[in-house]
Each structure stands twice: as structure tokens, then as C-alpha cells.
């Protein structure tokens, strides 16, 4: 029942609800005071202390190479993102972010959701948003470490949805909650066309730092653990989760499916010194009920995979607040900050084990399986609080030669640039 009733959410009524809110507030007895403009990190439009909005602006250019030589729809030169938003807070209660891009893409409105706050403990987020599932899913495209997010954030974790969702801190936040229902399963998992072939979605996330409860060693205290679920049905038909490599090619097709799709997730985060290290493993089982090519239940389709990685200062060190630029630990210089860091992941595709024949068929009871590992090496310049350029090298290592991009090749390199400006 509650997930019907989700269903008619729509995010176009929760933005009309502001003026609405605004007008609330007012009449509450909120400052009216006259509306400022203000341009410091970025610009920003203040009314006394019941209005906040700031204006934002994010622009990726991509540029790529691939070795042995690969054709793809992107080419060489790739303008990733262009995106446009505004985020602020109305009275201290409600926040409110809508983001859209102006790019060609499958979904030019990107997150737009209110966010009710009055008890820290227990807030309520509302509207289109990422689902509260994936590290590297939940880290935005400007704050990410390499170029491309991991297999698994990009493929396994569900992306933006439309929902309700329950979230807060506890414990002097030691421990932290997400839990909520949307009305689908992600625009990750979409089948061809956009087609959203995900029913409802049950989600929920905690995560916590396991140092606020237990004793021991310093190094410990900035280790932050946690974990996530998803449930929901998926409708008849070739919707499966796919494979691709970084370059965005298949390596491993849709499949039929019809039933459930469960998603858990473990995550890791920690600061060793100046050493940052994180990692994540996710394994998603999907259904195949009545899938046969005689309508009898197929068994179950598994994807797993997982990643760590480590960033680590060169030279520079992280961002101040007073200036534009970073501050250098080379005397009389502002180089920003520049840093290495370096990934190694695997993901896997296949099916549950079998005494049938081995197939490639989408309708197989036993699936060939296919995976991808890939090691990425990568240098960070921030050069200053707007500006950033990104260098990655990535060689993948296919499992099965014949799904590859490059039909017999299993190994594979890839070369991304990324210049990146964040207002």
C-alpha cells in the first residue's frame, strides 16, 4: 500500500510546495528583511535569516584514448557535464536543491527534493534524489578521486529515484540512518529506451564510526563503516543489469528476468594519516521466474564486485578558507594540491551454479560468466577551489575474450583526462 501510494509522487509537486512554505514562514513571524545579493565563494541570494539560496554551477570536459584503438560514440574529445542548480534553505527547517542538465542526456533534471530538518534526529528528504545506496554512487561527479566512478557504483548501485526518505543522526553522530521507499528501482537499472522496468523500492543505509562507541587506538578514530539494502520487483522482460567497461561498452548483456532484485552493500572509509583508503562490495541476485523458453523458473542471476582504493598528498595541502587558492608546502608558491591515487576492482556477472549446458543465451539456465577487473592509476591536481584536472590510466582484464570490445582481446588500456570547473 505504501508503495502505491509512492507511486503518485510526483517531483513537480514537491517544488511547488516552496512558495507555499515561504509564504508559511512569513506569516510565522520570519524576518522579512529585504533580499541581498552576496558573491563570495559563489553567488548567493540572502532574505534576512529565513532565505538562502545559492547558485551553482558544474562543468566537465573529457578527453580519451584507448589502446588497442576503440571506436566510440563519445570519441576523443567528451563534454560530460553542464549542469545548473540552485541549493538553499528556507527558514531553518527546510532545505531545498534542484539540479538540471543542459547537456543532451537521458535525464536533463537531475536531483530536485526538499528536505525537512526541524529534528536533526529525524529528517524528512522528499522528491528526485540519488537512492541511499553505493559509497561511490552517493559521492558527487566533482568530489570523486578518478574519472570514472568504480564498476560497481556505476552499474550495481541504483542511481537517482523518486522517493521518500527517512534519515538522521544518532549518538552524537556516531551512527547514521537513510531508510525509505521509491517509486522505482533507480535510472541505473532502466532497460533500453529508458524504460523503468523496476517496480517500488524498499532502501535502507547506516553507517557509523565504530571509534564513538568502542575504545582504542587513535589511528582508528576516523574509520567509518556501513552498510545497505534494496528491495524491489522487476517487471517481465529483458532487464537485467548489464556489464560494461569503463569505455561504456558490453561485456555482458541483459538478461530475462521477472521477480525480485536485492541488493546489499558493505562499505569502507578511513584516514590513516594523510592516506585515504576506501573500498566497497555489493552482490545483487535477480530473479528469473517463468524465464525458460518453456516458462519454468530459471535460477537466479548473481553480480557481485568490489573495489579498494588509495589516495594520497604529493605535495599541497587541502583547502582553506581563506582564499580562492589552495594553500602549497612549497614556499611562495600556490600550486594547489596535488595528489596520487590508484584503484583495483573486480566485477562479475553470471548465474547461480548449474548442472545444465553453459550458455550466452538470455535465457540460459546455466550463464556463461563474465567479469571485469580493472586497475586505474591516477593524478589529482586541484588546482584551486574551482578548478580541478584529473589524469587516469586504466587497464581492464576481461574474463571471457569473445564479449570483449575488441572481439579476442582480453586486455585493454584506457586513457581519460578530465577538466573539471565547480561554481
Same mark, same amino acid.
Given at each position: 500500500?505504501?508503495?502505491?501510494?509512492?507511486?503518485?509522487?510526483?517531483?513537480?509537486?514537491?517544488?511547488?510546495?516552496?512558495?507555499?512554505?515561504?509564504?508559511?514562514?512569513?506569516? &510565522?513571524?520570519?524576518?522579512?528583511?529585504?533580499?541581498?545579493?552576496?558573491?563570495?565563494? !559563489?553567488?548567493?541570494?540572502?532574505?534576512?535569516?529565513?532565505?538562502?539560496?545559492?547558485?551553482?554551477?558544474?562543468?566537465?570536459?573529457?578527453?580519451?584514448?584507448?589502446?588497442?584503438?576503440?571506436?566510440?560514440?563519445?570519441?576523443?574529445?567528451?563534454?560530460?557535464?553542464?549542469?545548473?542548480?540552485?541549493? %538553499?534553505?528556507? =527558514?531553518?527547517?527546510?532545505?531545498?536543491?534542484?539540479?538540471?542538465?543542459?547537456?543532451?542526456?537521458?535525464?536533463? #533534471?537531475?536531483?530536485?527534493?526538499?528536505?525537512?530538518?526541524?529534528?536533526?534526529?529525524?529528517?524528512?528528504?522528499? @522528491?528526485?534524489?540519488?537512492?541511499?545506496?553505493?559509497?561511490?554512487?552517493?559521492?558527487?561527479?566533482?568530489?570523486?578521486?578518478?574519472?570514472?566512478?568504480? !564498476?560497481?557504483?556505476?552499474?550495481?548501485?541504483? +542511481?537517482?529515484?523518486?522517493?521518500?526518505?527517512?534519515?538522521?543522526? #544518532?549518538?552524537?553522530?556516531?551512527?547514521?540512518?537513510?531508510?525509505?521507499?521509491?517509486?522505482?528501482?533507480?535510472?541505473?537499472?532502466?532497460?533500453?529506451?529508458?524504460?523503468?522496468?523496476? @517496480?517500488?523500492?524498499?532502501?535502507?543505509?547506516? /553507517?557509523?564510526?565504530?571509534?564513538?562507541?568502542?575504545?582504542?587506538?587513535?589511528?582508528?578514530?576516523?574509520?567509518?563503516?556501513?552498510?545497505?539494502?534494496?528491495?524491489?520487483?522487476?517487471?517481465?522482460?529483458?532487464?537485467?543489469?548489464? +556489464? !560494461?567497461?569503463?569505455? &561504456?561498452? /558490453?561485456?555482458?548483456?541483459?538478461?530475462?528476468?521477472?521477480?525480485?532484485?536485492?541488493?546489499?552493500?558493505?562499505?569502507?572509509?578511513?584516514?590513516? %594519516?594523510?592516506?585515504?583508503?576506501?573500498?566497497?562490495?555489493?552482490?545483487? $541476485?535477480?530473479?528469473? !521466474?517463468?524465464?525458460?523458453?518453456?516458462?519454468?523458473?530459471?535460477?537466479?542471476?548473481?553480480?557481485?564486485?568490489?573495489?579498494?582504493?588509495?589516495?594520497?598528498?604529493?605535495?599541497?595541502?587541502?583547502?582553506?578558507?581563506?582564499?580562492?587558492? #589552495?594553500?602549497?608546502?612549497?614556499?611562495?608558491?600556490?600550486?594547489?594540491?596535488?595528489?596520487?591515487?590508484?584503484?583495483?576492482?573486480?566485477?562479475?556477472?553470471? &548465474?547461480?551454479?548449474?548442472?545444465?549446458?553453459?550458455?550466452?543465451?538470455?535465457?540460459?539456465?546455466?550463464?556463461?560468466?563474465?567479469?571485469?577487473?580493472?586497475?586505474?592509476?591516477?593524478?589529482?591536481?586541484?588546482?584551486?577551489?574551482? =578548478?580541478?584536472?584529473?589524469?587516469?590510466?586504466? $587497464?581492464? /582484464?576481461?574474463?571471457?575474450?569473445?564479449?570483449?570490445?575488441?572481439?579476442?582481446?582480453?586486455?585493454?588500456?584506457?586513457?581519460? +583526462?578530465?577538466?573539471?570547473?565547480?561554481?
Amino acid at each position: 500500500m505504501a508503495t502505491r501510494l509512492l507511486c503518485r509522487w510526483d517531483v513537480t509537486r514537491a517544488l511547488i510546495l516552496l512558495p507555499f512554505l515561504a509564504s508559511m514562514a512569513l506569516a &510565522g513571524g520570519a524576518e522579512a528583511a529585504a533580499p541581498r545579493w552576496e558573491m563570495k565563494r !559563489r553567488p548567493s541570494l540572502r532574505a534576512g535569516d529565513w532565505l538562502k539560496i545559492d547558485f551553482r554551477a558544474k562543468v566537465q570536459t573529457d578527453f580519451v584514448g584507448h589502446s588497442p584503438d576503440l571506436e566510440t560514440e563519445e570519441g576523443f574529445f567528451d563534454p560530460r557535464r553542464l549542469r545548473l542548480g540552485i541549493e %538553499g534553505r528556507l =527558514t531553518k527547517d527546510i532545505e531545498f536543491e534542484v539540479e538540471y542538465e543542459l547537456l543532451p542526456a537521458d535525464h536533463r #533534471l537531475r536531483d530536485a527534493f526538499v528536505n525537512y530538518r526541524r529534528v536533526r534526529e529525524f529528517q524528512f528528504q522528499a @522528491g528526485q534524489f540519488k537512492i541511499p545506496f553505493g559509497l561511490d554512487q552517493l559521492t558527487g561527479p566533482t568530489n570523486l578521486d578518478f574519472v570514472y566512478r568504480s !564498476r560497481i557504483g556505476s552499474q550495481l548501485a541504483p +542511481g537517482r529515484g523518486t522517493g521518500l526518505v527517512l534519515h538522521g543522526s #544518532l549518538f552524537e553522530k556516531g551512527l547514521r540512518y537513510q531508510a525509505g521507499l521509491f517509486r522505482h528501482d533507480g535510472e541505473i537499472a532502466e532497460a533500453a529506451d529508458d524504460v523503468r522496468a523496476g @517496480g517500488g523500492a524498499l532502501v535502507a543505509r547506516v /553507517t557509523g564510526t565504530p571509534a564513538a562507541f568502542l575504545p582504542g587506538p587513535s589511528v582508528f578514530r576516523s574509520l567509518e563503516l556501513g552498510a545497505a539494502f534494496t528491495h524491489g520487483q522487476v517487471a517481465e522482460g529483458a532487464h537485467g543489469l548489464r +556489464g !560494461r567497461t569503463a569505455a &561504456g561498452e /558490453t561485456f555482458f548483456s541483459r538478461m530475462y528476468v521477472k521477480g525480485a532484485r536485492i541488493r546489499q552493500g558493505a562499505e569502507l572509509r578511513w584516514l590513516v %594519516g594523510s592516506l585515504s583508503l576506501q573500498g566497497e562490495f555489493m552482490n545483487v $541476485r535477480q530473479q528469473r !521466474r517463468g524465464q525458460s523458453l518453456l516458462g519454468a523458473d530459471l535460477p537466479d542471476l548473481l553480480a557481485r564486485g568490489w573495489y579498494a582504493s588509495a589516495t594520497h598528498p604529493i605535495f599541497g595541502k587541502r583547502p582553506t578558507n581563506d582564499g580562492h587558492r #589552495l594553500r602549497s608546502l612549497l614556499p611562495g608558491f600556490r600550486t594547489g594540491l596535488v595528489e596520487a591515487a590508484a584503484r583495483y576492482e573486480q566485477i562479475r556477472f553470471g &548465474g547461480e551454479a548449474s548442472t545444465l549446458r553453459a550458455s550466452r543465451s538470455p535465457r540460459a539456465a546455466n550463464v556463461i560468466p563474465n567479469s571485469d577487473r580493472a586497475l586505474t592509476l591516477g593524478l589529482n591536481w586541484q588546482a584551486s577551489r574551482y =578548478t580541478k584536472f584529473q589524469f587516469n590510466a586504466i $587497464r581492464e /582484464t576481461l574474463e571471457d575474450a569473445l564479449r570483449a570490445p575488441v572481439s579476442g582481446t582480453k586486455r585493454f588500456w584506457m586513457f581519460a +583526462g578530465r577538466v573539471q570547473f565547480v561554481l
